[in-house]
């Protein structure tokens, strides 16, 4: 009886690793861009910078905050 357990434990640790890697490989493709909260695509670049810097921070996948694109600043706030 605890083998077949130890089995079962396995069998779901198995799918969750193999979920994790899938979701990892879409996520890892599609961050060409981010998104913020009123749909505008900001690019990959200038979304990282203002991560790094500190002006804009992501919630649950989105940019929000203040982001530079061409001298034009453009402010997102709830």
């Known amino acids: 009886m605890a083998s077949l357990l130890l089995k079962r434990k396995q069998e779901y640790a198995l799918r969750h690793l193999l979920l994790e890697m899938d979701t990892y490989q879409r996520t890892a493709k599609t961050m060409a861009s981010f998104q913020t909260i009123d749909g505008e695509v900001i690019p990959y670049g200038?979304?990282?910078h203002?991560?790094?810097t500190g002006t804009a921070v992501l919630v649950?996948?989105?940019l929000v905050g203040t982001v530079f694109l061409d001298n034009n600043e453009i402010t997102y706030r709830d």
Do not use: H, I, M, S
Request: charged content about 0%; glycine content about 34%; overall charge neutral.
């Open 50 to 52: 203002a991560l790094q």
């Open 60 to 62: 649950g996948g989105l």
């Open 46 to 48: 200038v979304g990282q």
